[in-house]
């Protein structure tokens, strides 16, 4: 079964920085783009970053671009999400996936994994 393990979030106040990791297992992770999505509070879930099966290429939502930068280890088959100058509305859970088509939000192959909780509060 594949498993999807985030990790990273925690409680930092605005302007603040935080790493997000994406642990990958039981799947051809390196021929994968991943994505990072975020789920506020009463919100659905949407995309924030996509990277490509390289990493040669990335994608932000235009509400984090030069604040959040996404990268991957494929020999950790890990995938992370660099979080800086944070701000309240960064609230939220974040969870990575593989997306059914590049920089898109419209599905993903794999169930989703039970996220981190990131707070952005003073």
């Known amino acids: 079964q594949v498993q999807l393990v985030e990790s990273g979030g925690g409680l930092v106040q605005p302007g603040g920085s935080l790493r997000l990791s994406c642990s990958a297992s039981r799947f051809a992770f390196s021929i994968h783009a991943m994505s990072w999505y975020r789920q506020a509070p009463g919100k659905e879930r949407a995309l924030v970053a996509t990277i490509s099966m390289t990493g040669s290429n990335t994608n932000y939502v235009e509400s984090v671009k030069g604040r959040f930068t996404i990268s991957r280890d494929n020999a950790k088959n890990t995938v992370y999400l660099q979080m800086n100058r944070l701000k309240p509305e960064d609230t939220a859970v974040y969870y990575c996936?593989?997306?059914?088509?590049?920089?898109?939000?419209?599905?993903?192959?794999?169930?989703w994994g039970q996220g981190t909780q990131v707070t952005v509060s003073s």
């Open positions: 996936n593989a997306p059914l088509h590049y920089n898109d939000d419209k599905g993903t192959f794999f169930d």
